[in-house]
């Protein structure tokens, strides 16, 4: 089962963590003379509460942040309209297909077509559209971009995503936490204090390439997946008509659109940039579904 599996490579990466940091603390520092003390084990206890704690509050409450970020919005119960029938009917045909239980649906108000999922676990997630992508997007393509999103829940990505953030949080909270105690021994406690905070903005920052990464990474699997339900065709064509939003926006610099807010999904950044970009490049995904 999935699930367990999650939870099995949750350990796993726990335990490897604990000891590479282990390793590095009992042996690769002595060996250059540094001794970090008798209560490593309990400041990096500490940073693993702090690191994983954080991550899962997030998760545990990211339908109830997602719904109170989105503005203007509402939820479909009983679809009315044709286009709240495509929503609802795509997301249901594909909770039903998986055997999962039916995400929470919602349309909120804005100009760029985006759509994204959210929730701790696929049994208990929610899906959101934005009415940019209803309006750019034909029924085939929305239904496509529904697919993938539901990838995203079936998948669990968005606990792997967290993982990955907790084991983040962690190293960053365990060497800050050390850069303080270093300068509090030697009477510097203020400066260790400035220093840690430094120290925790720098290794934070840095610490969003690899979770970017996997974000990345993420994104195929869910198209792979749209294109198994609807065909690779739907999702080519869904990616090439965000695409082609996107460049009109450009073009455009009296559109009171937010080219922005897609930034993200068309994944139009470059250079170093690109590491700290949550979706790869249009063209890439695109190539993808075609090698599929």
Known sequence: MKWLKGIA?????NLLFMVAINVIVSIV???FGITL??????LLTVAGLFGFGGAFFSLAFSKQFARAALGERYQITQPRTQAEHVIYGAVQEIAQRLR???PEVWVYESADPNAFATGPTRNNSMVAVSTGLLNNLDEQEVRAVLAHEMGHVFNGDMFTTTVLAGLMNTFVYFISMLVRRFFAERDQAGLGFALSFV????LGFLAMIPIMWHSRRREFGADAFAAKVYGRESMISALRAIDGWVARTQMAPSSTADPLATFKIAGQTGGLLRLFASHPPIEERIA???RL
């Open 29 to 31: 520092l002595p060996a």
């Open 9 to 13: 490579l949750l350990l796993i990466a």
């Open 199 to 202: 120290v925790q903005i720098v």
């Open 100 to 102: 999962i239980t039916m």
């Open 288 to 290: 993808a579904l075609q």
């Open 37 to 42: 003390g008798a209560d490593t084990t309990s």
